[in-house]
């Protein structure tokens, strides 16, 4: 499965929510320093879905809030 997703970094929880248009949102609590904020959004799409985080990538937009991620297996 193919996503685009729009990052909410610093916020107080980590969460993934649907959006209407079919994005995903995501709040994670870790800053976009060092790419934390990425290895986050990894673990939390990981969690969600119910698979390894081995099998979640970032497949474009590394820098910046809005990514398009892979999920595979799901």
């Not at 990425?38 to 099998?55: C, D, K, M, T, Y």
């Amino acid at each position: 499965m193919r996503a685009t997703v729009t990052v909410i970094p610093r916020a107080r929880t980590t969460r993934v929510e649907r959006l209407e248009d079919g994005t995903l949102r995501i709040a994670v609590t870790a800053p976009p320093h060092d790419g934390r904020a990425n290895a986050a959004v990894i673990a939390a799409l990981a969690e969600h879905f119910g698979v390894p985080r081995s099998r979640v990538r970032i497949l474009a937009g590394r820098s910046g809030r809005r990514k398009v991620v892979e999920v595979a297996g799901v």
